[in-house]
């Protein structure tokens, strides 16, 4: 299970936040008793909001996963900002109390990473997806499916971390960013995936499968056999010339003989 996830249980991200709070508690309960218990609440929240625990992986190919703990917000057709292309769009929020740590949510190669300044405003808004500081990862899968996945920072969030770059290969599960304190992420898929989640589920990071995704562009197959018939066609006509050429040239040898 802990193959393709080697990361402490505790996120590194948040060890300086937890050491410092831990300290700050100790510190304060040496010096005013019962008044620390503000300071050990925070260390408490931090350790559990900065957990990062390895999950099963489902292997389905098809299989597109939730790359992050969260509720469903958004399952609806909408336009990829980033591809300019009609896209099935799936949004997950995060509240505090779930896992913040991101992962792949297919096996993909990162063909692109775009970055957006922008608000803070509730992440369970829809306007988050355009208006908030948002780090988009465009991807394609090793049968050649394009997804986006998109990092959106919410009312609380001020941190936005993400780990790859274009280039990179990620595996399914595979972790690649980390958002501060509340967020979302926005997931562009094609047309033709098929959505496995409703608005109002809770989702697993990397557990729950958020839509089943064809292998192959069922549009690309119309072309490839267009492309099959017109080839055909044009061996049939030169099959039939050469037939035409070769009687020519039989009956002219028959004239010759005849003389």
């Known amino acids: 299970m802990n193959r393709l996830y080697p990361h402490p249980i505790i996120a590194r991200e948040g060890w300086p936040i937890i050491g410092g709070g831990l300290a700050l508690s100790l510190l ?23 957990r990062d625990p390895a999950r099963e992986i489902p292997q389905n190919p098809e299989a597109v996963l939730s790359p992050v703990d969260g509720r469903i917000v958004v399952v609806e057709r909408a336009r990829d900002p980033y591809r300019d292309v009609d896209a099935l769009k799936i949004s997950i929020f995060m509240n505090v109390f779930n896992v913040h740590s991101q992962k792949s ?12 300044k922008g608000k803070f405003v509730n992440a369970d808004l829809d306007k988050a997806s355009t208006e908030n500081e948002r780090n988009a990862v465009l991807a394609t899968t090793a049968s050649g499916r394009e997804i986006t996945f998109v990092q959106v920072a919410g009312l609380v969030a001020r941190r936005i971390l993400c780990y790859t770059q274009a280039g990179a290969k990620l ?22 995936a098929q959505a496995q989640v409703a608005i109002g589920d809770k989702v697993t990071g990397v557990s729950t499968v958020l839509a089943r995704l064809p292998l192959a562009d069922p549009q690309a197959e119309p072309v490839s056999q267009a492309a099959s018939v017109e080839t055909a066609a044009n061996q049939s006509a030169e099959q039939r010339q050469i037939e035409a050429t070769a009687a020519k040239i039989q009956a002219a040898v028959q004239d010759v003989l005849k003389d």
């Open 171 to 192: 595996s399914r599960g595979e972790r690649y960013g980390f958002i501060r304190f509340g967020s979302r992420v926005d997931m562009y898929l094609p047309v033709d």
């Open 28 to 50: 304060v309960s040496i010096c005013c008793g019962w008044w620390s218990l503000p300071f050990w609440v925070f260390t408490v929240f931090a350790l559990q909001f900065f």
């Open 105 to 116: 949510p297919v096996d993909c190669t990162v063909t692109k990473v775009v970055y957006n």
